[in-house]
């Protein structure tokens, strides 16, 4: 069984996207795959709520704990590593988690790291993108799921989605639609990763 472990900062949603997806078209049995657990650097994400209430194991780990981005990435590794079912590691998902990885994180976990960001990558790596996107004078914005690098938001393109920006929109209006193509395309490139087999 291929464990996957859901790691989020926020509200969650893309998480619940995930857990949603999982359930409804059952990855257990199809793909042999159970999320196992979504661990949280913030105590206050409103997500973990809705995970527990899910049956899904949660967990927190808080960055502000930890004197630095070693230490604490060693904890999330333990906790991640702790939610494995049998010997296979977790494939881990980061689903609006606010922090940057240590290279040794990324080493680690290589080719089971995957990351969804609000933008077309290569275009607009980082933070705010839907105002910048804007201030670019784009025609278009989307999201894009790709595995984790050493480099932010670098990694091999596995889902992108596309929507308009229009006439009148701010980084909120422009978030929320570009948030709900990500709820499709992040359980979708999960699904592709499970039925094409983790290298
Ligand atoms: C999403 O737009 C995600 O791509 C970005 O932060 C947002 C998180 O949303 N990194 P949620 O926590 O999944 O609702």
């Known amino acids: 069984m291929q464990s996957i472990v859901i790691l989020i900062s926020g509200g969650g949603s893309n998480m619940a996207a995930l857990v949603r997806a999982a359930q409804q078209e059952d990855w257990a049995s199809r793909y042999r795959a159970h ?6 650097n913030r105590a206050d994400a ?56 240590t290279p040794d994180f990324v080493q680690a976990h290589a080719g089971r790291l995957i990351n969804i960001h609000p933008s ?19 025609r278009f914005a989307g999201a894009t799921v790709h595995r984790v690098t050493q480099v932010l938001d670098e990694g091999a393109i596995l889902e992108q989605s596309v929507v308009p920006v229009l006439p009148g929109d701010d980084a909120k209006t422009l978030a929320a639609r570009v948030l709900a193509t990500e709820h499709l395309i ?12 983790l290298s």
Do not use: E
Not at 35 to 40: E, L
Not at 120 to 138: D, E, K, N, S, V
Not at 186 to 197: E, M
């Open 35 to 40: 999320i196992t657990a979504v661990i949280s």
């Open 46 to 101: 409103a997500g973990l709520q809705w995970a527990q209430a899910q049956g899904i194991a949660t967990k927190v780990i808080s960055h502000t704990d930890f004197s630095d981005r070693t230490q604490f990435d060693n904890a999330l590794a333990q906790a991640i590593a702790a939610h494995a079912l049998q010997t296979t590691p977790p494939l881990v998902l980061l689903a609006g988690f606010m922090r940057i990885l």
């Open 120 to 138: 077309l990558l290569p275009a607009f790596t980082g933070l705010h993108t839907h105002q910048r996107a804007i201030a670019a004078g784009c």
């Open 186 to 197: 992040y359980p979708r490139a999960v699904r592709r990763l499970l039925s094409a087999g």
